[in-house]
């Protein structure tokens, strides 16, 4: 069970590379606890305490001497009613990556929730919630490579209307005053937020979210898809904890290996496997 990375200082392009955008976005949903469910929960948690969540992991993380949290946007709950007072303060944090007259293009980074994608011109517009009217354009050679990349992701999205698919983008102004979508990661999450890559894991979270014992999601950071990882943990289960494994049906030789080599690090965690071409998900350990 890997812990989150080591952030050093620096600009947010080289962290970006060095983590990767997926990566990024797992750390904060990681240090921002989203990753934490307990059927307790359940339906409080919406985007508001979300974004609350992810502003205060980002105010924790520094980079050329500033937090995160002043170098990215995570857009408010949007309210028709203080619509103008929104465009206004998402203006002011806009201000510092107009289109300069010469030299680099100016970036930040956006975390938020894909509305939908729309056609245009060249390429596609990603509309996010609680944005309206603020578009970002992505290139048609980006847009290929995200739907190839990214392909899992859209399919459950587009599978479930109450799944949520997270977008995290580095992105700068044109001259023409649109905003261009540099780097971008997608991640999909449950209704409650809590990140899947596939619909083996929507299942196990799915029958986690039901148990009153608080279960923490495994999330990948900056390991291969082919790696093995723990889907779930349950740290508060007695007498140990146990670690959550999801064998996939094209899992080869090299995958079981490096699952026996993680699950024999950590003795003092109990160890549950669910091998899904050997039939349904077994039961929880839970004592």
């Not at 028709?80 to 107009?98: F, G, H, M």
């Amino acid at each position: 069970m890997a812990g989150g990375p080591t952030l050093s200082e620096g600009p947010v392009k080289n962290e970006v590379k060095k983590l990767s955008l997926r990566a990024l976005l797992h750390y904060l949903w990681h240090q921002g606890g989203l990753t934490e469910w307990t059927a307790h929960w359940a339906g409080k948690r919406h985007w508001f305490q979300v974004r609350s969540h992810l502003m205060e992991a980002a105010a924790t993380m520094t980079v050329k001497g500033a937090p995160l949290c002043e170098r990215m946007l995570i857009p408010e709950n949007f309210r028709l009613e203080d619509k103008a007072a929104i465009e206004q303060r998402r203006a002011v944090a806009l201000a510092d990556i107009r289109a300069p007259a010469s030299g680099p293009r100016k970036l930040i980074l956006l975390v938020g929730e894909v509305k939908e994608f729309a056609p245009a011109r060249s390429g596609q517009k990603i509309v996010i919630k609680h944005m309206p009217g603020f578009p970002l354009v992505v290139e048609d050679c980006t847009w290929r490579r995200l739907q190839s990349r990214y392909a899992a992701e859209l399919e459950l999205w587009q599978a479930n209307n109450g799944f949520h698919l997270v977008v995290i983008a580095t992105f700068g102004m044109m001259p023409s005053g649109l905003a261009s979508i540099d780097e971008i990661a997608l991640m999909s999450a449950t209704e409650q937020w809590l990140p899947i890559e596939n619909a083996y894991e929507q299942r196990l979270v799915d029958a986690l979210s039901r148990l009153s014992l608080k279960s923490v999601k495994g999330l990948r950071f900056n390991l291969s898809s082919t790696q093995p990882i723990a889907a779930a943990t349950l740290p508060h289960r007695r007498p140990s904890p146990a670690a959550l494994y999801i064998v996939p049906p094209d899992a080869d030789d090299e995958f079981e290996m490096a699952l026996s080599e993680m699950i024999a690090a950590r003795p003092d965690v109990d160890p549950w496997i669910w091998r899904v071409a050997e039939g349904e998900m077994p039961s929880f350990p839970i004592r």
